[in-house]
């Protein structure tokens, strides 16, 4: 009953983030904007201005970017055209939640770990599972021969329920220590982050504040409001925990590394993740081009800003030579440091 209380306040926080980030939108109705190259230049020029979160924060200059791209529009450009100079436009945000679609592309901006390591190989993970490993909602898991349990969650769009994690957990139980991998995991839904978050705190714990804007200037957010993580009712670990994270562990997945900073038993290990701390929302264009966007920052408990990612506690890169031998430098770091506890 306690778990389901959670879920319905997680959704009611979510569904509010959502309805206060609509209320910039009543400034874009005050000027209709016509379904030409101009008009959809403007419009969206003004949504990031308007609801964008991260314009402070990263110091830019949007004034300055319709300077610089306002000339580049015409009248008599084609879509394509209009669409790769929006795009182009959007990419100055540097933000991976930021995108514009359209019914042919979609504009991205993916330099946020594709400039970094990727310190993760798909094949060595699948080395270190083995065949027989199992399965449990978006989760891989098994018991590595010296003890320790290891799981793998590279997808938190893949659901993940308390009656899973109470299984895994007792499943690993015999283990000395566990390593969960969340490297490569782009993100997906929030509350599966939170549900398997709650299985690793015996008590309430703060883990960060969320903020919403509440008008067209660029620092206007409301107050920050404390977001917690409740322990679950279910099986709660209770060893010292290796979170291996790289540049590729996105959004949700940014989150739920957060989270478990707080806690006492876990330690980071690997890279810094990519960030993505801004709550996506979605708006639309006049020629009906969709356009996604970070509207309410979440910080972390001190309340600083995590959305250019949260650094290890053990810094560690994938060495090539280890990689050319089938040894996987960040999980055998982890498991060194575990046997070390």
């Known amino acids: 009953m ?9 959704t009611a926080t979510l569904l509010i983030s959502c309805l206060l980030a609509l209320l910039p939108c009543s400034c874009i109705g005050e000027k209709e ?4 190259p101009t008009g959809n230049f403007e419009a969206l020029w003004k949504i990031i201005d308007e609801q964008y979160c991260f314009l402070e ?3 830019i200059d949007w004034d300055a970017i319709h300077r610089k791209y ?4 015409t009248d008599d450009m084609t879509s394509a055209g209009l669409f790769e100079v929006l795009g182009n436009m959007l990419a100055e945000l540097k933000d991976g939640h930021v995108n514009l679609y359209s019914t042919s592309n979609m504009a991205r901006y993916w330099d946020w770990y594709l400039d970094y390591p990727r310190n993760f190989s798909e094949s060595l993970v699948e080395q270190y599972l083995g065949r027989d490993y199992r399965i449990a909602g978006g989760a891989k ?4 021969e010296d003890n320790i349990g290891y799981v793998y969650y590279g997808d938190f769009s893949s659901g993940i329920g308390n009656g899973n994690m109470n299984e895994i957990l007792s499943y690993l139980s015999i283990c000395n ?9 782009g993100g997906g839904a929030l509350t599966y982050a939170t549900l398997m978050a709650e299985h690793f705190t015996n008590e309430r714990v703060l883990t960060g ?16 409001e404390p977001i917690y993580v409740e322990p679950s009712n279910g099986i709660r670990w209770q060893k010292p925990v290796m979170l291996l994270t790289n540049r590729h562990s996105y959004s949700a997945t940014n989150d739920f590394v957060n989270a478990m900073s707080c806690f006492p038993l876990v330690t980071l290990v690997g890279d810094k993740t990519g960030g993505g701390s801004g709550l996506p929302f979605s708006s639309e264009l006049p020629n009906g081009w969709g356009v996604r966007f970070s509207a309410s920052p979440h910080l972390n408990a001190q ?3 995590i959305e250019f990612g949260i650094d290890p506690d053990v810094k560690v890169d994938m060495q090539a030579e280890d990689e050319a031998q089938g040894v996987d430098t960040i999980i055998e770091t982890a498991r060194r440091l575990l046997k070390n506890e």
Do not use: C, M
């Not at 904007?33 to 030409?36: A, Q, R």
């Not at 306002?70 to 529009?73: D, E, G, K, R």
């Not at 898991?141 to 590595?144: G, K, P, S, V």
């Open 57 to 59: 924060y990263k110091g």
């Open 209 to 224: 504040y969320i903020q919403h804007k509440t008008g067209p200037g660029h620092s206007d957010f409301s107050a920050p």
């Open 70 to 73: 306002a000339p580049l529009i």
């Open 141 to 144: 898991y098994r018991i590595l």
């Open 303 to 305: 309340q600083e800003q």
């Open 33 to 36: 904007f016509d379904n030409t």
């Open 177 to 185: 220590g566990l390593i969960i991998d969340v490297r490569n995991n």
């Open 2 to 10: 306690n778990t389901l209380r959670q879920y319905l306040s997680l």
